[in-house]
């Protein structure tokens, strides 16, 4: 390899030295990497002096072509000159992408420096370009997978556990500050006994402990979509009475998901409970505005009979939207 064409890497930085460009008009690097992807330069003296920066055509290149953010920097040692451009933030596909032109008073020893500020994968696909140098958002994504991993253990290995939970059906350890910092309610509870040195009992008779261990698994950060979606009604109930906004909201939209003629008024009495407008939208909507309330005639009928008055009176209000004379 040519002392001139190789250029150096190190962190976000490739440094380019050209001992002596001759009598030539047009020099290119060796192939350097940077983050997923083989990068040239080149330089090309004509009436300006031309440098450019692309990717090694490749079928990478070509399927995930690079969004680049970075700074030129020149020094020319034979006339003590420097150059530094504005940032410059481009996809580049070709060589012809990324151009920058210095005027030929440059000479001599040359050292080009090109600092990779960001690098993305673009999308073909039109999905919004993604990073693959390490950013903020990384770093809060690995903090958040480690904190999770820590919370995991503290929960499944009980580990420094000051709460015992008794349910209906056997018991559970879990810890005072993650129900605290979850629950408004769970937190009042603690308040009194804040200097007790020995654990807590907190009874919740009308959960069990599959479905406790749920609501836990949620305060954790390690509930999975099966455990949520088989418990998701009696997470509801939870949500609400113990005060968790969030998966309360994530409830009410689970519900949402799947309204059918088996469901819908089960999921409306539980809407005019919970107080959740959106569902409750979605499950009138269901019956009068799709017609699908002469499916479950019958059905219809019983629920009258049970359901409260205020509700009742909603449901014939929407009748009477629908079915408004034009």
Partial sequence: MAAD??????????????????????????????????????????????????????????????VVKVILRVTSTGTNR????????????????????????????LIIDVEFLDLQVYSVNGEEATSV????????????????????????????????????????KAHRAILSASSPVFHNMFL??????????????????????????????????????????????AANKYAIPNLKDLCEESLLEDINTGNVLERLQ?????????????????LFDFGKIYDIRVEVNEFFKSADRELIQEMFHEVLTVWKPV
Wanted: hydrophobic content about 35%.
């Fill in 5 to 66: 064409t190789k250029v150096e890497t190190i962190s976000r930085l490739a440094q380019w030295r050209i001992d002596n460009f001759g009598s030539s008009t047009f020099k290119r690097s060796e192939p350097f990497k940077i983050a997923i992807w083989n990068w040239q330069l080149s330089i090309e003296k004509k009436l300006y002096t031309y440098i450019r920066l692309f990717p090694e055509p490749s079928r990478l290149s070509k399927e995930q072509p690079p």
């Fill in 82 to 109: 420097r150059f530094t451009s504005p940032i410059l933030e481009r996809l580049i596909r070709t060589s012809e992408d990324c151009i920058w032109q210095i005027d030929t008073t440059f000479h001599g020893r």
């Fill in 133 to 172: 140098l390490p950013n903020d958002g990384m770093l809060r994504s690995s903090a958040n997978e480690s904190i999770l991993r820590c919370l995991s253990r503290m929960f499944h290995e009980s580990i420094d556990a000051d709460v015992t939970i008794t349910t209906c059906d056997g018991n559970l």
């Fill in 192 to 237: 009194h006994n804040l200097n007790e040195e020995t654990p807590s009992t907190v009874y919740i008779q009308d959960m069990s402990l599959e479905s406790i261990t749920t609501l836990l698994s949620y305060l954790y950060g390690t509930i999975t979509q099966e455990d949520f979606w088989k418990h998701r009604l009696v997470l509801l109930g």
């Fill in 270 to 286: 539980e809407a005019w409970i919970y107080q959740l407008d959106k569902l409750k939208k979605g499950c009138l909507t269901y």
